[in-house]
């Protein structure tokens, strides 16, 4: 496609809900970046694929957080048992090659539990 | 651990005035710093993409500089337009491939 694409844009949840979050990359960008963004600030790094390969998890703030790329283009990010504080933009970005190139971004899916 | 700093916080100038927009970041090992721009409730816009053996990238109106000794980045707008006015966020690619951003710049540009 012509650009990062991301669905739904807007989602409510009820806490305790599980929801899914889709990416579907730049055709031919090997890597794969998940970010969340709170309000005013800036958008804080999630996990990183590069292909299929799930190389950083680090940023995942708990274990309810969980992200695949199983054919190494689309990527669901799934959090289960939302909680209020789940609540942020989730912004996914894909490069070339990872380092050293450009990452372009999604528009985002702006999650809302409540 | 890296930190990237966006100063101001917020800026409003009127219509045609030149900008200087400041990021600084504590670590100088990057790989790349880029310069992003997010309209309200949209997803984040690259706007330039200095490589950290790099200077200086334009685009249009934009410039932006890179001194990676100390840490510091500008990006400078020429010219401004109402059209100009979003949020500007600088990001830096460290040796982990992820980007580390800013908390931005909110730009208004008032006819």
């Known amino acids: 496609g012509a650009g990062v694409s991301q669905s739904p844009r807007y989602k409510v949840a009820k806490r305790g809900q599980d929801v899914a979050l889709r990416c579907d990359p730049i055709?031919?960008?090997?890597?794969l970046f998940w970010y969340q963004q709170a309000l005013g600030q800036g958008p804080e790094f999630l996990t990183y694929?590069?292909?299929?390969?799930?190389?950083?998890k680090s940023g995942l703030p708990s274990d309810r957080f969980f992200a695949e790329r199983p054919e190494g283009s689309v990527s669901t990010l799934k959090i289960q048992r939302t909680q209020q504080e789940d609540s942020a933009v989730y912004l996914c970005?894909?490069?070339?090659?990872?380092?050293?190139?450009?990452?372009?971004f999604g528009q985002g899916t702006r999650l809302t539990v409540v | 651990k890296q930190e990237v700093t966006q100063i101001p916080a917020a800026l409003s100038v009127p219509e045609g005035e030149n900008l200087v927009l400041n990021c600084s970041f504590t670590?100088?090992?990057?790989?790349?710093l880029q310069w992003f721009r997010q309209d309200p409730g949209k997803g984040l816009t690259s706007l330039l993409l200095?490589?950290?053996?790099?200077r200086e990238q334009t685009s249009g109106r934009l410039n932006a500089s890179l001194d990676k000794s100390s840490g510091r980045s500008t990006l400078y707008i020429a010219a401004s337009q109402p059209g100009d006015s979003a949020t500007y966020l600088c990001?830096?690619?460290?040796?982990?491939?992820?980007?580390?951003f800013g908390t931005g710049t909110r730009l208004q540009v008032f006819p």
């Open positions: 694929f590069q292909n299929e390969a799930q190389l950083d």
């Open positions: 670590d100088s090992a990057i790989y790349n």
């Open positions: 200095i490589q950290s053996s790099q």
């Open positions: 970005a894909s490069s070339l090659h990872g380092r050293g190139t450009e990452a372009f």
């Open positions: 990001a830096v690619q460290d040796n982990t491939d992820k980007l580390i």
């Open positions: 055709s031919g960008h090997v890597s």
